[in-house]
């Protein structure tokens, strides 16, 4: 059996050092471009999310390349990707090819059919050693996202731009070739240490803008062109709060466990939203709501065409925008979004964040220029 | 006496009897907005955010329709109305939307009614939403068990083969009357909101009654039946509707009386692009019933709808005129 998985971000590291630890079998599908855009909407019904759509690239580009199993998470809230793995399954047989989708939940059969969903994918039904693999990736998640998150400070201040992406970048090529969890996070270290010696403006103090919305369309930098880069590149540095890790370790390990989980973002929301909607909408809530406690300059909202529980933040975010005086821009992508259009809205947001402060220095209260 | 105003738009459709029951036993006036019409539209569409559904823009409207009107607007926020089922997020999240949306509004009740882990959890919600206006649990409790009475017998009613719109309106004599009128029978699938706002789905149904065509709804469906036969999926269906398209749709299968199934959505329900698609493939494969997908927005056009309608019609007659002891063909 050789296993694949969908990308988001940089999870295909975690994903990776997982199934190195295990000794499995697998394939790393195509980063995702256009193409697979296109190969994922051929079989996909129009009106399904852009999450779904890639999923279903993923799928078509890693059994090209002899992958026949797929790990996808799944979950049972009320936001269509709780059914991915099921319609997963289903788009495989309509298009026919042989895709065996293995979906980490514990579904209705109980505890014993995930065990053997684990099994299937470790090889192994010693439990010591499953938890020891899945801490050591635990680790790894949480590192890579410390890494992204000083990319990301670091781009902002760069003396010469270009100079983190290049080190990102060679990361990124080189990681493929790494295996095992010791060696992945000994050279994210290395890497650190690199972003680390990057000469940088000190003293300046850059816009601050947060990234808040599904979770795919902001983690994913296909989905959303690359937005972190392109805004570091102009110098302004983003914040996101919905990271991999903090997934994995709230909505998977202390939900799983029933422990109490970080509850931060829906203590800031509570105001505006009474119970839970489903998705990410109280992350968007809350985590747009403590940027502005922060002091940050804006919030850019993204969300896939369709998602039904952004809908719902995007029609609360106005009265944020309204209460703490933070300006907030919605994005919403589909396949038809084209790339220069979207730079071009980015790049007007920034620049009315720019003259905001400006004129926020000399004394004024308006919410953007021109307003 | 308090005046409590109930949009016309959503599960008003699938519920009125038993909110309008359960207010006027506490002791309300219940004020439900105007039928839905081209202002209702225009005054929604205006407020609410352009991304959301057309459902989801016509409640806005009612619910503007009711400002000035009513002390109290009940609008409650569902989470699950089924056991280890949810609704549609959108829903779940509109009392926040319209809190957010709309400046000036009078006090929402937006008690969450919650089904999911047990129903019991229903007496609780009424409990809330009792609160609101009386604070004798006596009177609570009868508004309660009489609005409950009364909506069972809805559904008896309605399981016999009646329109939600006929309950209300018509007499008995005339419903039997126009039940054995028709000839040829056609199901429509989709959200009780959709089915039965006739402003919004363009008057199919009485469109579809003028050509003598008598109606199935999934209200008319039994939903434990619905439940048991969504059991052949791998994963159960989470969402409330899900279930009873999915299982609706097997049942008609079995039944074998259909001539023809209507799947009637609004754009970007979300909800829909999945289950529409788990029972397109359910029907073609399993079927030789005709099949055909209507999408709605607010800018759908009637003639165009009209034209899809009678080809449709016309293909279900033809097929009971000239294909009898053929092969059926697709």
Redesign the interface.
């Known amino acids: 059996m050789t296993l694949t998985f969908p990308h988001l971000g940089n999870a295909y590291i975690i994903a990776k050092t997982l199934l190195d630890d295990f000794d499995a079998q697998y394939v790393i599908p195509p980063f995702n471009t256009n193409k697979t855009l296109e190969i994922g909407s051929k079989y996909c ?1 129009e ?3 852009l999450p779904f759509k890639l999923f279903v690239g993923n799928m078509i580009q890693a059994n090209d390349l002899g992958a026949d199993a797929m790990l996808v998470t ?1 979950g ?5 990707l ?2 991915f ?3 997963l ?2 788009t495989a047989c ?1 298009i026919g090819i042989k895709m065996e989708i293995i ?1 980490l939940e514990v ?2 059969q109980g505890l014993g059919e995930l065990a053997s969903r684990i099994k299937k994918v470790s090889g192994t039904s010693n439990f010591l050693n499953i938890a020891k693999v899945a801490y050591a990736a635990k680790n790894v998640a949480i590192q890579m996202d410390n890494l992204e998150k000083l990319a990301r400070v670091k781009r902002a201040r760069q003396l010469e731009v270009g100079s983190v992406d290049r080190i990102y970048r060679a990361f990124q090529n080189d990681i493929i070739n790494i295996k095992g969890s010791k060696n992945v996070l000994q050279f994210i270290k290395h890497t650190e240490k690199k972003l680390n010696g990057v000469l940088i403006h000190e003293n300046t103090n850059p816009l601050k803008v947060g990234f808040v919305g599904e979770i795919y369309t902001t983690i994913e930098p296909y989905a959303n062109f690359d937005l972190e880069k392109t805004l570091g590149n102009m110098g302004v540095e983003v914040d996101r709060r919905v990271t991999i890790s903090e997934w994995i370790l709230n909505d998977m390990i202390r939900k799983g466990l029933h422990l109490p989980k970080d509850r931060s973002h829906e203590k800031a929301a509570k105001e ?8 990410h ?1 109280h992350h968007t809530i809350g985590n747009s709501v403590i940027h502005a406690k922060e002091g940050y300059d804006g919030v850019i909202h993204m969300y896939p ?5 952004e ?2 933040s ?3 975010l ?2 944020v925008e309204e209460d703490y005086k933070i300006p907030i821009m919605t994005v ?1 992508r589909d396949e038809m979004t084209g790339e220069a259009g979207f730079n071009t809205r980015v790049e007007a947001f920034v620049d009315l964040l720019i003259k905001r402060r400006e004129e926020h220095t000399y004394g004024q209260d308006k919410m953007l220029f021109g307003y | 006496m308090i005046r409590v105003g109930i949009p016309r738009g959503l599960y008003f459709y699938k519920y009125a009897t038993l909110w309008e029951t359960f207010f006027k036993g506490l002791g309300a006036e219940v004020i439900v907005s105007d039928k839905t019409n081209k202002n209702t539209l225009i005054n929604g569409a205006k407020t609410c955010v352009s991304e959301a559904c057309l459902p989801i823009k016509l409640y806005f409207g009612h619910v503007l329709n009711l400002v000035g009107k009513v002390d109290l607007i009940f609008t409650p926020r569902f989470t699950s109305i089924s056991k280890k089922q949810y609704i549609c997020p959108e829903i779940g999240g509109v009392p926040d939307m319209i809190r957010n949306s709309i400046k000036i509004m009078p006090m929402i009740i937006d008690t969450e009614i919650n089904l999911r882990k047990s129903s019991k959890n229903s007496w609780l919600a009424a409990l809330r939403i009792g609160k609101f206006i009386t604070d004798d649990r006596e009177i609570i409790r009868n508004a309660y068990k009489d609005a409950l009475c009364a909506y069972q017998c809805e559904r008896q009613v309605l399981k016999s083969g009646v329109l939600i719109d006929d309950f209300m309106q018509e007499s008995i004599p005339l419903r039997l009357i126009q039940k054995r009128s028709t000839k040829l029978t056609v199901a429509i699938i989709g959200h009780s909101y959709t089915v039965n706002d006739s402003f919004l789905n363009m008057e199919l149904i009485k469109k579809l009654r003028s050509y003598g065509i008598g109606i199935v709804t999934l209200d008319m469906l039994d939903y434990l039946e619905s439940k048991e036969k969504c059991k052949e999926l791998d994963k159960m269906l989470f969402w409330d509707y899900g279930t009873r398209a999915y299982g609706g749709v097997i049942q008609l299968i079995e039944n074998g009386e259909i001539d023809g199934i209507l799947a009637l959505t609004s754009f970007g329900c979300g909800v829909d692009s999945f289950v529409d698609e788990l029972v397109e493939k359910k029907i073609r494969e399993e079927s030789d019933i005709p099949f055909m997908k209507l999408v709605l927005d607010e800018h759908s056009a009637e003639a165009g709808f009209c034209t899809r309608l009678e080809a449709f019609v016309d293909i279900i007659i033809r097929r009971r005129t000239h294909d009898t002891n053929i092969s059926t063909f697709r």
Not at chain 1, 273 to 279: D, E
């Open positions: 019904s009106a399904n999310c799944g049972c809230g009320p936001c269509k709780g059914y793995g099921e319609m399954k289903r309509d979906t579904p209705e505006y939203l009474g119970k839970i909607v489903g998705g909408t065409l369709g998602c039904m529980p809908i719902v995007q029609s609360i106005p009265a919403i």
